[in-house]
Nanobody
Framework: QMQLVESGGGLVQAGASLRLSCAAS????????MGWFRQAPGKEREYVAA????????YYVDSVKGRFTISRNNTSNMLYLQMNSLNPEDTALYYC???????????????????WGRGTQVTVSS
């Protein structure tokens, strides 16, 4: 399984923006769908956003549509999550994850992810 390392979290005020990054350890990430999850204290892990291996298709949970943008750079094995208009409900530990290579994006659900990072904390104050 590939190694994933997140960065870019921090403490911000409501209305601010953050950009999370995730570095993948090897080139198999090129063929893998990738996603961002988050988990707030006392809550279940939430599937936030995903992007197909070729970058052509994306998924967002309703609560972040219009505010978050997922993107990837397969040349540098990087995944990103641009988060705008942050609010306190976005406070969580954010994880990036990857599926096995060549899984059709249309079939991908939260349970398809097999490689996980350790997370980066995002805290939004009101």
């Amino acid at each position: 399984q590939m190694q994933l390392v997140e960065s870019g979290g921090g403490l911000v005020q409501a209305g601010a923006s953050l950009r999370l990054s995730c570095a993948a350890s090897d080139r198999t990430a090129i063929g893998s769908n990738m996603g961002w999850f988050r988990q707030a204290p006392g809550k279940e892990r939430e599937y936030v956003a995903a992007i197909a291996w070729n970058g052509y298709m994306t998924y967002y949970v309703d609560s972040v549509k219009g505010r978050f943008t997922i993107s990837r750079n397969n040349t540098s094995n990087m995944l990103y999550l641009q988060m705008n208009s942050l609010n306190p409900e976005d406070t969580a530990l954010y994880y990036c994850a990857a599926t096995r290579p060549w899984v059709p994006f249309a079939t991908v659900g939260a349970g398809e992810y097999v490689s996980w990072g350790r997370g980066t904390q995002v805290t939004v104050s009101s």
